[in-house]
């Protein structure tokens, strides 16, 4: 049986024409004022929605946040500022609200300006009060080249969690990921939220990488307005830890153009920070992504993959051990089995690549995905 959204968040979705008919723009408010943490990109790129947004979370307070879709009004100068502040306040003062209460994000083709004609035609005509939120609907209005709407809703103790996330390339995070937000009415103190928020930002998002291209937009933001009472935090962390995670793992399936989910353990590290490392560099590898796709069980890239960590002297290749699934293909020696075993494994819609260092206790996860013509296809033609 579904989950009912969080209580007291509302939304409203709407077409203003900027590419296309599609709904391209969405608003989610709390009833009330809601503590927030928020990550943002640290591109130097950065647009001014991100700008914006990092002025308004800092505060540690919000009542919501509007998207803009299909045009990520970044490198667009002083011209491109002012709209976004612009786009805000309207939505803030037809809410009834501060502009600096609002987050604002927008996503899709960078260095053009906003079609402010439109966008001030369309927000005009959304009507208000807002309904109920809709994550569905949510989701879908902030995609750009996703093919599936990204969004979960669940329950922790007396307290819903339901979040919404878009993206499918142009994602190396270094601070969130693409657009994220996470919407609950459980009560947490600001810094409690923060802090929770960010370790599982650490441990979802930013373990996720598509093509390593960090994107100008990314923003990451949990909003809590306490109308369902406290929460335990623990519960609360593994909870919203489940969401980010359910997301992750669809943004790396819906790669774009991809075929495979790919997930690399690396465990036995000195630490976590070098596990992640050396799963990065397995994830990121065009050699091992086009393995993968192709079921080719060709380890060696794996292992040459690992090998670019140049300066993690601890990483003795004598210790190492990589797997395909469960099968062990280095260093154990190559058989026909073992290679019709691994193919088999790469074969999957889902693959999980294991590397063990043999160094200490370190482990991290990262999630990607196969690299595919389907990729170089869609990001050849993306603005033609």
């Known amino acids: ?219 990451a933001a949990i909003f809590a307005n306490g109308l369902a009472g406290p929460v335990d935090e623990a519960e609360f962390e593994a909870v919203l830890y489940e969401a980010a995670l359910r997301l992750v793992r669809s943004i790396a399936s819906d790669g774009e153009g991809a075929s495979k989910l790919i997930e690399v353990r690396v465990t036995g590290a000195r630490d976590d920070a070098q596990a992640k490392r050396v799963g990065k560099v397995v994830v990121n590898s065009p050699l091992v992504k086009t393995a993968v796709h192709g079921a080719d069980p060709n380890w060696g890239r794996v292992a040459m993959a690992i090998g670019k960590c140049e300066d993690d002297l601890d990483i003795d290749p004598t210790k190492v051990t990589i797997r395909f699934g469960d099968v062990e293909t280095y260093p154990a020696p190559t058989t026909d089995e073992t290679l019709a075993a691994a193919t088999a494994h790469l074969k999957g819609d889902e693959v999980v690549l294991s590397v063990d260092l043999a160094i200490a206790t370190g482990a991290f996860t990262v999630y990607g995905c196969d690299l595919t013509d389907g990729y170089i296809r869609i990001n050849a033609d993306y603005t033609t």
């Open 1 to 219: 049986m579904p989950v009912a959204g969080p209580r007291g968040f509302r939304s409203r979705t709407a077409a203003l024409g900027i590419k296309d008919e599609a709904d391209d723009f969405v608003v989610v408010l709390s009833d009330v004022p809601a503590v927030v943490s928020a990550v943002f990109t640290q591109s130097r790129f950065a647009g001014p929605s991100v700008t914006l947004s990092r002025e308004s979370a800092a505060t540690g307070r919000a009542r919501g946040v509007l998207t803009v879709a299909r045009n990520a009004n970044v490198a667009t100068g002083a011209e491109g500022l002012a709209n976004a502040r612009e786009v805000r306040a309207l939505v803030a003062d037809a809410a009834g609200i501060a502009p600096e209460e609002l987050l604002i994000a927008s996503t899709g083709v960078i260095g053009r300006q906003y079609p402010m004609d439109r966008i001030r035609s369309g927000l005009a005509e959304l009507a208000w009060p807002l309904p109920e939120i809709d994550a569905a609907s949510t989701a879908r209005a902030i995609m750009t080249t996703d093919t599936v709407p990204k969004h979960v809703t669940l329950k922790c103790g007396n307290a819903v969690i339901s979040a919404v996330a878009k993206g499918v390339g142009m994602i190396e995070p270094n601070m969130a990921t693409l657009l994220t937000y996470f919407f609950t009415d459980a009560e947490l103190s600001q810094p409690a939220l923060d802090r929770i928020f960010r370790r599982v930002v650490d441990r979802t998002f930013n373990a996720l990488s598509i093509d390593t291209d960090t994107s100008t937009s990314d923003s």
